[in-house]
């Protein structure tokens, strides 16, 4: 077994720790290239003592000279990198064999790309990347030669549930099914939304994640990206994407056949599970998670999404129908909308306004490059910000 030498971008989240913890369990298998993030020192600190990369990278250039300090104090061989470009430059390196995305955000589309290029193992969990790259995005995947495999626990429920052969998806699905926890709301009386406070939005009943992927949980605006993200992995037309609540988190998803027969992946919601396939695919290896005791389990249930509760759902499927560029449109907004909601500015049912507003204000112009798409990205988020001063004042 080769050993593979692996970047994880926005090591310090709690996406990045959670591989990290995966990969302390396989020292044989994994050996660390570089980490990221974008201000934590103490964090990455702890995670070079343990992990001793040879590359560190802080978007921050004061958090980054900070690092530096400590690191020389240590004289640990590790050099430190600061600035967004170095993201790619870590992504990219021809000693890089796989790339943990775990950023959050449009800001990791530009290290996403760069690692597609250069043809890596590609492990996404960095949906945003994704839902705003668009075809451009599975074109350097396709031009490099990389593999992208999802990290996202409802796609790779689906990924494990879909057979070897990407060419008969297709053919013989008949519909991909998502299921949702439906957040911390899924019980709350809709006209109640507008006095949510980020504290409640944050408090996931099922997984701990995240600020900004715990509000789009709580809006669904995380089943919105998600169903985007899912077209582009598996290539179906949205139509035959679906959304169904299940609020114990067991079945991470499913694939409903022509047949009518229906595979599904199931286990405890503990995001090692989904990262361990990802870092081993095709073989299986220690997650850490625990087993699933089916003599133990709650009874689950299934339910549609309500509407009124989660209007940001429809969004998906209107981005995905609209002209090319919308989903990107839709992200930003909704990645202006939920800073803004999390800073106290706009109200909790103000984020889909404010995505609403922004799809209808910005019209895109087909982005068939990364530069196309940053263009796109900031011009959304300026005319989202427009919308969150006049309605905040
Ligand atoms: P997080 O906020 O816990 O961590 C984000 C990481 O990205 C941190 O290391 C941070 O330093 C870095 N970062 C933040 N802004 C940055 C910037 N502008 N430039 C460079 N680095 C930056 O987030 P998370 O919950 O780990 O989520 C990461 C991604 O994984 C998101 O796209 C999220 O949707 C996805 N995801 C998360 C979970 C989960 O359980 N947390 C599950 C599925 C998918
Ligand atoms: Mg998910």
């Not at 490099?144 to 996202?152: F, K, T």
């Not at 669904?220 to 299940?246: C, D, Q, T, W």
Request: net charge negative; glycine share 6%.
């Amino acid at each position: 077994m080769t050993q593979q030498r692996l970047t994880v971008l926005g090591s310090t989240g709690s996406i990045g720790q959670s591989t990290l913890d995966v990969v302390a369990r396989h020292p044989e298998r994994y050996e660390i290239f570089a980490l990221t993030a974008s201000t934590q020192v103490d964090k990455m600190l702890a995670q070079c003592a343990a992990f001793k990369p040879r590359h560190v990278v802080m978007v921050s250039e004061a958090h980054g000279r900070a690092l530096a300090e400590q690191i020389r104090a240590h004289q640990w061989p590790i050099e430190v990198h600061t600035g967004a470009a170095a993201l790619e430059w870590v992504a990219a390196h021809p000693e890089v064999d796989s790339v943990m995305a775990a950023i959050v955000g449009a800001a990791g589309l530009a290290a996403c790309l760069a690692a597609a290029r250069s043809g890596k193992r590609l492990m996404l969990a960095n949906k945003e990347a994704l839902v705003v790259g668009g075809e451009v995005f599975l074109q350097a995947v396709r031009e490099g030669g990389a593999v992208l495999l999802p990290i996202d626990s409802e796609h790779s429920a689906i990924f494990q549930s879909l057979p070897e052969d990407p060419s008969s998806w297709e053919r013989r699905v008949r519909k991909i099914i998502l299921t949702a926890s439906g957040g911390p709301f899924r019980t709350r009386d809709p006209d109640t939304l507008r006095d949510v406070t980020p504290e409640q939005a944050c408090a996931h009943p099922n997984w701990v994640m995240g600020r900004k992927i715990s509000v789009d949980s709580a809006t669904m605006m995380n089943k919105a990206l998600e169903v985007i993200e899912a077209r582009y992995l598996f290539g179906l037309p949205p139509s035959r994407i679906e959304v169904v609540i299940h609020p114990q988190s067991i079945v991470h998803s499913m694939v409903q056949y022509h047949d009518t027969a229906v595979v599904a992946q199931l286990g405890v919601p503990d995001m090692r599970a989904p990262i361990a396939y990802g870092l081993a695919w095709p073989e299986r290896i220690d997650s850490g998670a625990e087993h699933l005791d089916f003599t133990a389990l709650p009874a689950m249930t299934f339910s549609k999404p309500d509407a009124r509760l989660f209007p940001g759902l429809q969004l998906a499927w209107d981005a995905l129908n609209g002209p090319s560029g919308t989903a990107a449109v839709l992200n930003a907004a909704n990645e202006i909308a939920v800073d803004a909601f999390l800073n106290r500015r706009i109200r909790f049912d103000q984020i889909h306004h404010t995505n609403v507003a922004t799809m209808a204000a910005v019209l895109p112009e087909s982005p068939t490059t990364l530069a196309d798409l940053l263009a796109l990205d900031e011009r959304a988020r300026r005319s989202a910000l427009e919308f969150v001063q006049r309605i905040q004042a």
